[in-house]
């Protein structure tokens, strides 16, 4: 295994904007457990919409987790912002 050292931007509560040795742009680290959360409500709407594309509680789910991914992004543009860095996109 080799040892690097990144450099945190900035910390969140589940999450921080990291900077790799060698990479342009920093990338966003996601707890594990906070990134399976998301991933469950995503599959799990996707599921129920299949199922039933009316769910209103699936479709709760959806903008539910598209809210979370919105504050994660949000996060990251604003730590990149505080540095100066230009977005990846």
């Given at each position: 295994?080799s040892?690097?050292?990144?450099?945190?931007?900035?910390r969140?509560?589940?999450?921080?904007?990291?900077?790799?040795p060698?990479?342009?742009f920093?990338?966003?680290?996601?707890?594990?457990?906070?990134?399976?959360?998301?991933?469950?409500?995503?599959?799990?709407a996707?599921?129920?919409?299949?199922?039933?594309?009316?769910?209103?509680?699936?479709?709760?789910?959806?903008?539910?987790?598209?809210?979370?991914?919105?504050?994660?992004?949000?996060?990251?543009?604003?730590?990149?912002?505080?540095?100066?860095?230009?977005?990846?996109?």
């Amino acid at each position: 295994m080799s040892q690097e050292q990144a450099q945190v931007l900035s910390r969140g509560a589940n999450w921080a904007v990291v900077q790799l040795p060698g990479r342009t742009f920093p990338g966003l680290h996601v707890q594990g457990d906070t990134f399976a959360a998301l991933w469950t409500q995503l599959a799990g709407a996707a599921r129920m919409l299949r199922e039933d594309p009316g769910n209103g509680e699936a479709l709760d789910d959806l903008d539910d987790a598209v809210r979370g991914a919105a504050e994660l992004l949000r996060f990251y543009e604003a730590a990149l912002a505080e540095r100066g860095i230009q977005r990846p996109y």
